[in-house]
Nanobody, 122 residues
């Protein structure tokens, strides 16, 4: 069974940076489009960044120009570099994958990991 393990979150001041990592167990990582999602208290989970198997990327408008998604297929890992963080970026961040890039936003989804908490506060 595929497992997702997110790491790299923490407490950071506004304007700061964090780099999140997500390790996906199992085979065929390179065959999956991958996405980073976040869920703030009282809000629905949303896709913030996606990367296709070929390296195409897309971002939510709220993070464009500040976040960068990348992947290392040799390490079964997807990254999210977050710069110029804002208080409204505070959330639990998750990763997940889909065979189809166009289905990253709405799913279907496999099992979720535990996520990693990002808190942006002075």
């Amino acid at each position: 069974q595929v497992q997702l393990v997110e790491s790299g979150g923490g407490l950071v001041q506004p304007g700061g940076s964090l780099r999140l990592s997500c390790l996906r167990s199992g085979n065929l990582f390179s065959a999956y489009a991958m996405g980073w999602y976040r869920q703030a208290p009282g809000k629905q989970r949303e896709l913030v960044a996606g990367i296709s198997t070929g390296g195409n990327t897309n971002y939510a408008d709220s993070v464009k120009g500040r976040f960068t998604i990348s992947r290392d297929n040799a390490k079964n890992t997807v990254f999210l570099q977050m710069n110029n963080l804002r208080p409204e970026d505070t959330a639990v961040y998750y990763c997940n994958g889909n065979i189809l890039y166009r289905e990253l936003a709405a799913g279907p989804f496999g099992s979720w990991g535990q996520g990693t908490q990002v808190t942006v506060s002075s």
